[in-house]
Nanobody, 132 residues
Framework: QVQLVESGGGSVQAGGSLRLTCAAS????????MAWFRQAPGKEREGVAA????????????YYSDSVKGRFTISQGDAKNTAHLQMNSLLPEDTAMYYCAVGRRACLPTGGWDDHLKYSSWGQGTQVTVSS
């Protein structure tokens, strides 16, 4: 069983930055996919970014939704049991609950990293609010 805990959410003005962190504990397979999703009231959950960490250090892939590409950066800690989401140039439409998720085979090269059904473990979420 994997436990995921998100932190770093808060309220900022448009143009500001936040850094989210997801800490994984329990039985965790370090070679897999960690992702951030978000869900705003009345909207479906959407994939924001994902990172795949393979067995080898140079086997790392990152994925971003078009809406955050160039503004958000996903990364992992050295132990690969943490994932960070650096969010810059935040917009009011980035306001949502942000969730961390883990899926061992979610980030395949064939695509589909943003399919929430591919993720088996989820955190409780951290709220991000961006005011205009």
């Amino acid at each position: 069983q994997v436990q995921l805990v998100e932190s770093g959410g808060g309220s900022v003005q448009a143009g500001g930055s936040l850094r989210l962190t997801c800490a994984a504990s329990g039985y965790f397979y370090t070679a897999g996919c960690m992702a951030w999703f978000r869900q705003a009231p009345g909207k479906e959950r959407e994939g924001v970014a994902a990172i795949y960490a393979g067995v080898h250090a140079d086997d790392t892939r990152t994925y971003y939704s078009d809406s955050v590409k160039g503004r958000f950066t996903i990364s992992q800690g050295d132990a690969k049991n943490t994932a960070h989401l650096q969010m810059n140039s935040l917009l009011p439409e980035d306001t949502a609950m942000y969730y961390c998720a883990v899926g061992r085979r979610a980030c395949l090269p064939t695509g589909g990293w943003d399919d929430h059904l591919k993720y088996s473990s989820w955190g409780q979420g951290t709220q991000v609010t961006v005011s205009s």
